[in-house]
């Protein structure tokens, strides 16, 4: 436990694979940080990190329609596709470095390989997916995806998805052999023990940060052990904000300028699960479709194989409701208590501007076992109601920003609030979120320690810790294929069958 009055180099707020990504990459660039860590809950990786909370999908544009929309023109651009893929590369070169290390653990404990399909019904479906194929195809990064109308092809690959279907309707999928499935808990898990083993680390749970208040010795943080009800202070140099649907509040604690105006629209989910070892046996895979009119791209409906703990399981969902709650173990105060004078005009044109996203999720609240049971035989049309429980997700805090245009704008992605004189940031936002969490924590590096990203000692070890920049990866076919096989050779992952 620190210290009351204690000063540190480096605060981090959040136990989850943000916080303890950024951790690991300050470690290794400057062992002689002193670095404290603060949770709320009683363990790391209790909310969006906890493997039941999400997907488990490494995000590498492989399967995921919403990255890929097809313009008004007809065409289908690939750019973030193209993006997220570089950046989950980026974070197998470091997770792979860290495997290199002794002490962090086995990869299989966290990451497994697993095909990634997308999967569509209809021919308008069918036209897009063939151009997505068409335009994903031609780039090195996705050279080995294949595409399939032919319902044997599709029935070798995902055997669940044919038996029981019209023999009228029109299906394709394409596929990527090494796709990944990820379990963040147990990843959060080995990268928290890697920095306690560190010295001049803390790592507290039970703590809630009660203010932020900036100083000319950096920023004084009042934290509350929710064990004890004692209160301390702790100085620190540098203050990040990792804390998932919290961040938000704690950004609003801090009042920084860059802060003002920033609402969240929380947005609550849950899976279908199967436990029953003979379907589970039968599909090795995740299979993503095209999410419904005015759906949140969080519910693009997906049938996924998952494994978490040793233990073999599919999802299917998820299903999008709504609640007030910024945290799963939150308060249903979270949302009310966000709304500040600077944001509630961004909020209230959010609120005008998404109708359609207001009656998806009131139609989704409202769903009966049987319509989301239907839900899933459109991917697995002999599915059995005893097969299936309903499972409860994590909660997601979407971003609301001004905007000059309409007043406010509800972003999906993640985004980085940072002061000017970059002494905090802040994490917003939700997906890809954990499988680019690499890229992201680079990006607040560079935004927070300029200078030392700039140094030659930084520069020389970033080097060896990624041999590829994301922009190097998306250029340099070779470069992509060598780095992308080391890093494949280091974390264990062979070529799904």
């Not at 494994?307 to 409701?321: E, N, R, S, T």
């Not at 000692?457 to 992308?484: C, G, M, N, S």
Request: charged share 25%; glycine share 8%; net charge negative.
């Amino acid at each position: 436990m620190a210290q009351d009055n204690e000063t540190v180099d480096v605060l981090l707020v959040g136990a989850g694979i943000m916080s303890a990504t950024l951790g690991a990459l300050l470690r290794e660039l400057d062992p002689g940080l002193k670095i404290e860590l603060v949770e709320l809950l009683d363990r790391g990786a209790a909310e969006s990190s906890n493997p039941w909370n999400n997907a488990g999908t490494g995000h590498a544009g492989l399967c995921e329609l919403n990255y890929t929309p097809q313009a008004d023109d007809g065409s289908v651009p690939i750019g973030k596709a193209v993006s997220i893929h570089s950046m989950f590369e980026v974070s197998k070169q470091f997770w792979g470095h860290l495997v290199e290390q002794e002490t962090f653990g086995d990869p299989k404990v966290f990451i497994n390989p697993v095909p990634h399909m997308s999967f569509v019904r209809g021919s308008a479906g069918i036209a897009f997916l063939k151009k997505r194929f068409e335009a994903l195809k031609a780039h090195h990064c996705f050279s080995n995806m294949e595409y399939s109308e032919e319902r044997s092809t599709i029935a070798g690959w995902a055997p669940l998805l044919v038996p029981g279907r019209d023999d009228a309707e029109p299906v394709a999928c394409t596929r990527v052999s090494n796709g990944t499935d990820l379990n963040f808990g147990a990843l959060t898990g080995q990268l928290l023990r890697h920095l306690a083993q560190k010295p001049d680390t803390t790592i507290d749970y039970s703590q809630r940060v009660t203010g932020l208040e900036h100083s000319q010795k950096g920023w004084i943080v009042e934290i509350k052990d929710l064990e004890t009800g004692k209160q301390r202070s702790v100085t620190a140099r540098f203050v990040f904000l990792g804390a998932g649907g919290a961040a938000l509040p704690l950004l609003q604690k801090s009042d920084i300028p860059e802060g003002k105006g920033y609402g969240g629209f929380p947005v609550s989910g849950q899976w279908l699960r199967c436990d029953n070892p003979e379907v589970v046996a039968r599909h090795q895979a995740k299979v993503y479709s095209q999410a419904d009119v005015g759906a949140p791209p969080m519910s693009v409906p997906h049938l996924d194989t998952r494994m978490v703990d040793g233990q073999k399981a599919l999802l299917f969902g998820p299903y999008a409701g709504f609640s007030t709650k910024f945290l799963r173990h939150g308060s249903y105060m979270d949302l009310p208590k966000s709304i500040r004078p600077g944001n509630i005009m961004p909020m209230l044109a959010v609120a005008r501007d998404n109708m359609d996203l207001t009656r998806y999720l009131i139609k989704e609240v409202m769903q009966s076992t049987d319509s989301r049971l239907d839900a899933l035989r459109k991917f697995y049309p002999e599915a059995r109601d005893a097969d299936w429980r309903l499972e409860t997700a994590g909660q997601r805090v979407q971003i609301i920003k001004k905007d000059q245009k309409s007043g406010g704008k509800l972003e999906f992605g993640t985004e980085i609030v940072a002061s000017s004189d970059g002494s905090l940031a802040a994490l917003l936002g939700a997906s890809p979120g954990a499988s680019v969490s690499v890229s992201a924590m680079l990006d607040v590096l560079y935004r927070c320690f300029p200078e030392k990203m700039a140094s030659a000692d930084w520069t020389a070890r970033l080097r060896q810790i990624f041999p590829a920049t994301a922009k190097e990866l998306q250029d340099d076919a070779e470069l992509y294929r060598t780095v992308r096989a080391q890093s494949d050779q280091r974390l264990q992952l062979t070529t799904a069958s």
